[in-house]
Structures are given as C-alpha cells and as structure tokens.
C-alpha cells in the first residue's frame, strides 16, 4: 500500500519548486501525476519523468486509471507526492473514491474569469464551487500555498476573498 504524503494541484506539474521544495519536505519517493491528457501523451510524458530526480519514480495515470489502480492495490509501493494541473481533475478523483483528505492547491495560473487569490493562485467560480464541495461533503481540507516556508490560505479564506473581489466588479 502506497501511502499519501502530499496533494498539489499545480498547472506546472512538475517543475523546479516542486522538486527542491515539497519533494525534499514530504520524503516522497514516487511523483504521480494525474490527467487524462497527459495519461495520452507520450513525448510529454517522457519530459515529465526526465524532470524528475533519477531516485524518484514518475507515473502518470488518466482520472480512470488511478481510480482503479488505488481499488485494485492502493497504487502500489512507496510515498506518493499526486499533482494535478486542474482542480476539475483532482475533483473527479476524489469523488472516484481515491481518499485524498488534504488537498494542496499551489499553482493556478490567470486566466478568463480568474481572479488572483493569495500571490500568484487564482481561482474562478467553478473552481470556488468544486472546492467548496470537497471540503464540505468529502471531508477534504483544502487550502492556498505555494511554497512550505511561506504562509497559507485555508479555504474559507480564500472564498471570501473570491467573493469580496466579484463584488468590487
């Protein structure tokens, strides 16, 4: 049984903070992405697992297989560090039964209808409202942060922030 040490949501997946920061503090020894796209894909596939460290396996899996590869064994052996680009994604997968009880949300970039939340983190309303309801039905505590020896933002916060600049609008 693979034990969950970190969940990120992060548009960049891997990159260099990921691997010098949150790599280092959680101890994990496998990366595993998950998005349907990226599960298609296999030039970018092999550009993700070339940016990892060489001591730490990369797999990446479509929401579908994940989900029944945590049935099936619990995905296997080691310390999992699970990146998602989106919020959508990680959402599926929760709701598909992997049980994800922290979720990190690091890296979201601008966009149409994205407002900046805490630094560089945005979010827009469908992204507000499916992480609302992992941290209400699902029991999921989700909060803002980008890097471990920097602050974060619960959830509720971030909301009300969310809220306060759609009424400026």
């Known amino acids: 049984m ?16 990921v691997i010098t920061k949150w790599v280092r503090q959680t101890f994990a020894n496998r990366i595993v992405i998950i998005d349907d796209n990226l599960a298609k894909d296999e030039f970018m596939r092999s550009i993700y697992v070339m940016a990892a460290p060489s001591n730490i396996e ?11 590869n945590w049935v099936e064994n619990e995905m ?8 998602f680009k989106d919020v959508e994604t990680a959402f599926k997968t929760i709701k598909g039964g992997v049980p994800i009880k922290d979720l990190q949300i690091g890296g979201l970039g601008a966009g149409p209808g994205r407002k900046a939340i805490f630094g560089p983190i945005t979010l827009n309303e ?7 309801e992992l941290d209400q039905e699902n029991n999921c505590h989700v909060y803002l ?5 920097e ?16 009424n400026k609008n």
């Open 126 to 132: 469908e992204d507000a409202n499916l992480l609302r």
């Open 2 to 17: 693979a034990q969950i040490e970190l969940v990120r949501v992060d548009f960049r997946l891997i990159h260099g903070q």
């Open 145 to 149: 942060h980008q890097v471990p020896d």
């Open 58 to 68: 990369v797999n990446v899996y479509s929401v579908e297989s994940a989900i029944n």
């Open 76 to 83: 296997g052996h080691g310390k999992l560090f699970i990146l």
């Open 151 to 166: 602050p974060k933002m619960e959830l509720k916060k971030a909301l009300e922030k969310l809220d306060s600049l759609k």
